[in-house]
């Protein structure tokens, strides 16, 4: 009985080692086809009206019209809408990483191109995979577990010279103090952590410092 169990959880991890590998080739190419992409994270609950949403799609349609980059979301409601549909509107690629769930996601309707993998891990490593700059409105637990991991990332040098962009300061500046006064302070973080992460309601600086970003290669990941 022992021996069936074990040769059965063999093949069942097989089958699942398979799937993420399958789902990451997938979500690997799929980026690579856009070699200039901007990522866009944020809510998945705010409507197309709220102030967030409108600067969303105001900043996704200057990418996509002034710098020729791809707009890559999670192909959501809220946020991830307002970017792809400020990029569609300007004539840009309007990507997305979606994710299947339990009960179907709901897709927004301005997406050019997308992929659908099953996993989390799956689509977050590839929605930063070869970004250019990493954009981050506010949001709830999905996307601080993004924000933080990507400045996981960057504090290791896991990712280097890719910009974390933060919109909507009245959002950003309560992280930033909560790193100051909580982490900084108890030595859980060094104080130049906390700089990894660029807070600006500027949309004109935005689109500057995505322009003056490194452009990111195929040639620079190791396997």
Not at 2 to 23: G, H, M, N, Y
Not at 25 to 48: C, D, N
Request: proline residues 5%; aromatic residues 10%; contains cysteine.
């Amino acid at each position: 009985m022992e021996k069936e169990q074990k040769q059965r959880l063999e093949k069942l991890t097989k089958l699942r080692v398979d799937k993420i590998a399958s789902q990451f080739k997938e979500g690997f190419e799929f980026i690579a086809e856009y070699p200039r992409s901007v990522t866009f994270f944020g809510s998945s609950l705010l409507p197309q009206d709220d102030p967030t949403c409108i600067s969303a799609r105001t900043l996704a349609g200057r990418i996509a019209k002034e710098l020729g980059y791809a707009v890559l979301t999670g192909g959501g409601p809220g946020i991830m809408e307002a970017a792809n549909r400020g990029a569609k509107e300007n004539g840009g690629a309007s990507l997305a990483l979606t994710i299947k769930l339990p009960h179907p996601q709901i897709t927004n309707d301005y997406l050019t191109k997308q992929v659908d993998p099953d996993y989390f891990f799956v689509r977050k490593v590839c929605l930063s995979f070869l970004a250019e700059a990493l954009i981050f409105y506010p949001g709830g637990f999905g996307t601080l577990d993004e924000f933080y991991e990507l400045m996981t990332l960057s504090q290791t040098k896991k990712i280097v010279g890719v910009p974390v962009i933060c919109v909507g300061s009245g959002y950003w500046k309560n992280v930033e103090t909560f790193m100051k006064e909580e982490l900084v302070k108890k030595g859980l973080i060094m104080p130049e952590d906390v700089d990894l992460m660029k807070i600006t309601d500027n949309l004109d600086e935005v689109v500057e410092i995505i322009k003056n970003a490194p452009v990111r290669v195929v040639e620079e990941f190791h396997v």
